[in-house]
């Protein structure tokens, strides 16, 4: 799935956030956090989630969100993908986790997994912040500690919704949904390496094998995506064939027998890749990505879970695994969901047409026309175009326009030669899945949009 992070100024995708992250390396802390520290942070998470203060960036549409719950009706599309994904794992080894509220403390979305404060990601041009300890979480991985301590079973699965500030257009959507797995092994009651990782590679042993075709040129670890101090090779290698076995066949499965979004497309064999990553909290990492119509659509990011988030759950002995998934880009791809805000309509048209438990392709209702409006300004003086970043106006159309906004773009952007000061101009398509937009209501928005503006940023509009 590729996610748009907007990282630092600019806009980037998932790609190049791992990229960025590979340039300026994760430093974590070598402090080792005792199972002691743990319920101080949780105490914080329960606490204070409501105050406001100079990080709070977190807006009224945006709140409005978290109490959809999408996932709570089993008709809903992602529903019906997340329990065909869930049951590819077998009950008795992975518990299901419900994490129904998604305001999560600054520790348990960054810090228990290795982010460090200095990370992109933190910044709050990306990330919803309700006050400076606590967020919305921006990935189900927020979730990891408290499962890798909680959970009876050796394995558990999250799916929940995620937040982060980002573009508007067809695939980028603030709120949308992650599948989190994870899977660990204890020593205990084995003597030797040896016997470990054939514990381990008993279990691999169970996965039925994928007939996909998998290209996987990736070296079980190398210095630019190592294996962990201590750990040793053949454990390493041994928790990375169990993981790439297990998501092989939830893929192959999913894929093979249910593709049924266009079922005109011409049935071409499934390919998977796998591909070199980096995340702060598994190491080695890879993402997978599947080859559909003529893409690589990145599916997976998942790793070697890094020895210190299993002691911070307090289990410093465990060694494991764990994955995240995005849930739209596949459900889209799945059901032939042409538009990521389709899945938050409550027009009947798209609601009624699901059945729990069965991937149908979606019938499209008409499109209804929609109109453009170009915003352009000066901004305040002084103010670089670097400054006024793309996902503050972002906020301020989702604030006045909700969901009747396609897309926003930055069309231009200059220097006056003379006065030096800088203009930029957005152009804003207003289109509503569920009716035809009158120009009245349009111009109510774009006024609405225009005093934010002036009144957020100083800009003089043009
Ligand atoms: N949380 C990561 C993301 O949102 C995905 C991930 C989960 C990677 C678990 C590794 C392990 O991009």
Known sequence: MRINWSCGRQLVSAQDWIQIRRVRGFHASTRQLTNSSLPRHQEANKENRSNTDEWT?????IERLTDRKLLSNPAHPLSILTDIIFSKFPEQEYTRANFPNP?????????SLNITSDHVSRSKTDTYYLNKDHVLRTHTSAHQVESF???????????????????????????????EGGRWWSPQGTSSVKELVAKINQD??????????????????HDGNPKQHGQHQEVCIA???????????????????????????????????????????????????????????????CGVTQQRVFDRAGYPERVGW??????ERLAMVLFGIPDIRLFWSEDPRFVEQFTPGVVSAFKPFSKYPG?????????????????????????IVREAAVDLVESVKLIDKFTHPHTKRNSLCYRVLFQSMERTLQNDEINVLQDSIRDSLKTKFGVELR
């Open 103 to 111: 305001r999560v403390s600054v520790y348990e979305n960054f810090e």
């Open 371 to 395: 109109t453009y409006r170009d915003f352009a300004f000066w901004l305040k003086e002084g103010t670089i175009p670097e400054e006024f970043h793309d996902n503050d106006l972002m906020d």
């Open 239 to 301: 928790i990375t064939n169990h993981l790439k076995r297990t998501l092989e066949m939830v893929v192959g499965d999913i894929f093979e027998n249910i593709a049924l979004g266009d079922p005109s497309a011409p049935k071409e064999p499934l390919q998977i890749r796998w591909i070199d990553a980096t995340f702060p909290f598994t190491s080695p990492s890879w993402e997978m990505e599947v080859y559909w119509q003529g893409d690589w659509l990145e599916l997976f990011g």
């Open 322 to 327: 764990a994955f995240g998934l995005g849930l």
């Open 204 to 221: 691999t042993a169970k996965i039925p094998v994928s007939e996909i075709k998998i290209i996987d040129d990736t070296l079980p670890f």
């Open 57 to 61: 960036n977190i807006t009224s549409t």
């Open 149 to 179: 301590r909680d959970h009876p079973t050796p394995g558990f699965l999250i799916a929940a919704d995620v937040y982060r500030r980002d573009e508007i257009d067809k695939t980028h959507y603030p709120a949308f949904h992650q599948m």
